[in-house]
């Protein structure tokens, strides 16, 4: 399975956009890349998922570059509630999810 | 709400203790799963069941045994347990794992466990 590689933690000012990034560099053709986060001593929360195309739900917006080599979770209006633990994961089918670190975002007032 | 119920969502047991935890998902899901999470350490894939069989155990020690006695419930049985495997335990499910459906996997709000 691919790897993948986010930053320890960002910051992010309550109403303005959240751009989370994350290089898969090694990702393979078919492999998803999906989202979760993870508010303290919470169960994992999916978020989002794709394979090549960019895809929008009501929580967030998922940007692949088209040589699939990295993403970007935008979160559009940040709450103070989105403060979490993002996990950024490539999953092929039939294999594990693997969970990394992940990028710990704090949203300020 | 994910519709993946576990319980209890705190546990304190002793190391002689036997207890189970239990996980309901009420998704329509057939594949199941048992991770654990210690203290800042991310998430290991513990146990996989789909259709009711497990399919995967990923060297986890014989005093964890998992029981999932259908599509719906995921067991989780404990038993001299040692104070390092105290964690939060999570569950999740999914529609399906290698076939056509979707694999996306949700997860319930796990159980501290706190072996002393």
């Known amino acids: 399975d691919a790897k993948t590689t986010q930053p320890p933690s960002m910051d992010c000012a309550e109403g303005r956009a959240a751009n989370l990034p994350c290089n898969h560099s090694t990702i393979s053709g078919n492999e998803y890349v999906y989202w979760y986060r993870q508010i303290h001593s919470q169960g994992p929360q999916y978020i989002i998922h794709?394979?090549?195309n960019n895809e929008t739900n009501e929580m967030a917006s998922l940007i692949i570059t088209e040589d699939r080599k990295s993403s970007t979770l935008i979160l559009p209006h940040a709450t103070l509630r989105d403060t979490a633990v993002y996990y950024c994961?490539?999953?092929?089918?039939?294999?594990?999810?693997?969970f990394g670190a992940g990028t710990r975002l704090t949203v300020k007032p | 709400e994910t519709g993946v119920t576990q319980t209890p969502r705190h546990l304190v047991m002793g190391m002689t203790n036997k207890k189970s935890l239990k996980c309901e998902q009420h998704?329509?899901?057939?594949?199941m799963y048992w991770y654990k999470q210690s203290a800042k350490k991310p998430l290991e894939l513990m146990f996989v069941y789909n259709f009711k069989e497990q399919t995967e155990n990923n060297s986890v020690p014989s005093r964890f045994s998992p029981e999932c006695p259908n599509s719906s419930h995921l067991f989780l049985h404990l038993h001299t347990l040692q104070p390092e495997d105290s964690a939060l335990y999570l569950c999740?499910?999914?529609?399906?794992?290698?076939?056509?459906?979707?694999?996306?996997?949700?997860f319930g709000p796990g159980t501290r466990l706190l072996v002393l």
């Open positions: 794709g394979l090549k």
């Open positions: 994961i490539v999953l092929l089918r039939n294999n594990d999810m693997r």
């Open positions: 998704l329509g899901h057939n594949a």
């Open positions: 999740a499910s999914s529609q399906a794992r290698g076939t056509s459906g979707d694999e996306t996997q949700y």
